[in-house]
């Protein structure tokens, strides 16, 4: 029978309060983890959080996304937009780089460079259609920094392109908007928060190690953010946009912590 009392949550016995919370947990990035250990959030200061019963699976759920969210907000409010992730050395680039995707390599989207326009969208005021040349055009920078995949790897890898807060003011972006929206050639979309969109080491790249990206590292461009984990760094960018409506992304609309800071 599951217990109710008034003013709190509904705990069904089938569900293991002691599971949801290590499932809560593991939802939660460090920052927040720390928290937990020391005690100064509970399950049911969650619930309470996030406003979510705890009755049947499917609210179990939606509290895990929900407590997902409320981990983004304290990500976001812990994220210091000046503090630099670390940088490395030529002699210390992974070969070769790892591939990684949602499908293996063989089915690699292969873009047209010659016919390829990137689309800009949402709340910007400047130009929205950009040709490879244009964009290549771009002031250049350069990084070696880490890639870290939620799947266990990381790897040292360099990158070139433009910092992607110059592209932002070439499109007149509204920089006080709250997300930045990608689309992609594959499936695959995400989405971040503008702090992290101004980040300094945050660059829309068109290179590896110096050549023009290669098809499986996310030819025409892949944006490249060193403070975020592996799948908030989208390849094969189609469209770029804008927006205060909340985009989501491929993976953390199936659980994946949306701010996925590294
Ligand atoms: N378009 C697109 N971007 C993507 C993915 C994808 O499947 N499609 N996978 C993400 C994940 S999980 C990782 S780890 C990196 C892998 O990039 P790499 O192939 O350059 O190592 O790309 C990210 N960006
Ligand atoms: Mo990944």
Known sequence: ???KKRNS?????????????????????????????????TLG???????CGLSDNQSVESFLMRVSRLNDRVQGWLFDPNRLAPTY??????????FNAFYGVEDVPEVDAASFVLKVGGLVTGKRSWTLPELYA???????????CVEGWSAIGHWGGTPFREFLRQVGADTSAKYVGFKCADDYY?????????????????????????PEYGFPMKLRMP?????KNPKHIMEIYV????????????????????
């Open 1 to 3: 029978m599951p217990v």
């Open 138 to 148: 771009l002031p250049h920078a350069e990084q070696i920094t880490r890639h870290i």
């Open 190 to 214: 995400e989405s971040i928060d503008m702090p992290t969109a101004l980040h300094a080491q945050t660059l829309l790249t068109f290179q590896y190690d110096g050549k023009t990206l290669p």
């Open 227 to 231: 403070t975020k984990l592996g799948y």
């Open 45 to 51: 200061g969650l619930t309470m959080l996030t406003g």
């Open 9 to 41: 949550f509904l705990i069904n016995p089938e569900l293991d309060r002691a599971q949801i919370l290590k499932d809560a947990t593991r939802e939660l990035a460090l920052p927040t983890r720390r928290l937990f250990l020391k005690g100064a959030v």
């Open 243 to 262: 927006t205060n409506t909340f985009p989501g992304g491929y993976w953390s609309d199936q659980g994946y912590n949306w701010f996925g800071g590294s």
């Open 89 to 98: 050395s030529e002699a210390e680039l992974t070969r070769p780089f790892p």
